[in-house]
């Protein structure tokens, strides 16, 4: 089985990745979608969580070396980042939605060394706008972004069309595809293997069908 199988397998044994086809939810955008992820659950179920972290800390030693800090995007990256750093003993620190409107009105938490070569964490991607401006508020602070990883990709295409106009890559344990290929060996999902994939390739026209 490969890490992006394993990966794939436990989101979904701990229900970190639930998938409904016939009763959707409704994303803060208002989309509908087959698919919820909620990779903060993988914080409170150590096994599941030593494996992940380890496997995204190999992902960012494999693909971006001579990485010098891990940056976590508040919130939900911020715990990723925190287990990655330690396992690969490197500094850490945090980027916030928006500055602090007190004290030093800090956008970036912890200590930046300018030039240091970074890598932004997250949990998932889906048009990456958060991670993207997490990243901008690092090169502004004089960091070198030199890539992004992340857990989980929802693969759409505004996301993907975000990363091709910047010159680092972003790389990620599993992705909704490769999700999709794994879940469907449950009896209980094959039947819905269709109408999973045509999300993935037309949100807003699949999302279209539930509307009143």
């Not at 409704?26 to 993988?42: E, F, H, M, Q, V």
């Not at 508040?74 to 500055?99: E, Q």
């Not at 505004?158 to 890559?169: D, L, N, P, T």
């Amino acid at each position: 089985m490969s890490v992006s199988e394993h990966v794939a397998e436990k989101l979904l044994a701990i229900e970190a990745v639930n998938l409904k086809p016939d009763q959707p939810y409704t994303w803060a955008s208002g989309l509908k979608a087959p698919i919820y992820c909620d990779n903060r659950l993988i914080m409170s179920f150590p096994e599941t969580r030593d494996f992940i972290e380890q496997a995204l800390a190999d992902l960012i030693k494999t693909q971006f070396k001579g990485v010098e800090v891990i940056a976590g995007t508040a919130t939900a990256g911020i715990p990723h980042a925190a287990f990655v750093a330690n396992i690969l003993n490197l500094p850490m620190i945090y980027v916030r939605s928006s500055a602090k409107d007190h004290g030093k009105e800090n956008a970036i938490e912890g200590y930046l060394k300018p030039g240091s070569k970074v890598v932004m964490v997250e949990d998932l991607i889906s048009t990456g706008g958060s991670v993207l401006d997490a990243a901008s508020k690092v090169e502004q602070a004089g960091g070198e972004v030199i890539g992004c990883a992340a857990i989980f990709n929802y693969m759409l295409e505004s996301g993907q069309q975000a990363f091709s106009e910047v010159e680092y890559s972003l790389e990620t344990l599993t992705n909704y595809r490769e999700l999709v290929e794994y879940a469907v060996s449950d009896p209980k999902l094959k039947a819905y293997y269709d109408t999973l994939v045509e999300w993935y390739q037309d949100p807003a026209k699949w999302s279209k069908q539930f509307e009143a």
